[in-house]
């Protein structure tokens, strides 16, 4: 498969979207935390570095979640899976893994990034990959559905 050089463009501005969200995105500046003790919050810290200092049994350490993050990256992943549909022109395969393979860098970019802040913690690194996965997934079903609903559309218009 030869590459084109529009697509080469689609995909690092697709790349560089998902890169670019993840260091925007309204959850990863928040510093404190809560610790969490029988499913209450017991406490606030300014950091999780401070929060996990003299851990008490039964009790965690997490940050807030921001209730707009689920909103943005809802929003963003199934843009980025609607405009790869549109806009890569090479058979659906091929397309696929291009996309799998390009975001994949692109979110171990934005984690390198995001570790040089000092929020990130060594756990988020781990988490981060698994939130990197989950995301590309959900970027290729909405993929996969765009393209199925072109191709059924074009079709349905050859037929009639």
């Not at 935390?33 to 570095?49: K, P, V, W, Y």
């Not at 980025?80 to 058979?91: E, F, K, N, P, W």
């Not at 988490?127 to 059924?152: C, D, N, Q, T």
């Amino acid at each position: 498969m030869q590459l084109s050089l529009r697509e080469l463009v689609v995909l690092v501005g697709l790349a560089a979207i998902f890169c670019v969200c993840f260091l925007v995105e309204p959850d990863w500046h928040v510093t404190e935390a809560h610790r969490l003790c029988n499913g209450e919050s017991t406490q606030i810290f300014d950091s999780m570095e401070a929060c996990t200092t003299g851990p008490q049994p039964g009790c965690m350490c997490m940050r807030p979640v921001n209730p707009w993050a689920y909103v943005f990256w809802l929003a963003v992943l199934s843009l980025i899976g609607i405009a790869a549909s549109v806009l890569l022109r090479s058979d659906f395969l091929p397309a696929a893994a291009l996309l799998i393979v390009v975001l994949a860098g692109a979110g171990a970019s934005a984690l390198f990034l995001l570790s040089r802040r000092d929020s990130f913690d060594e756990e988020a690194w781990v988490i981060g990959k698994v939130v990197v996965a989950v995301y590309i997934a959900f970027v290729m079903v909405v993929f996969a559905l765009a393209r199925s609903a072109r191709h059924w559309s074009l079709a349905r218009r050859t037929t009639n």
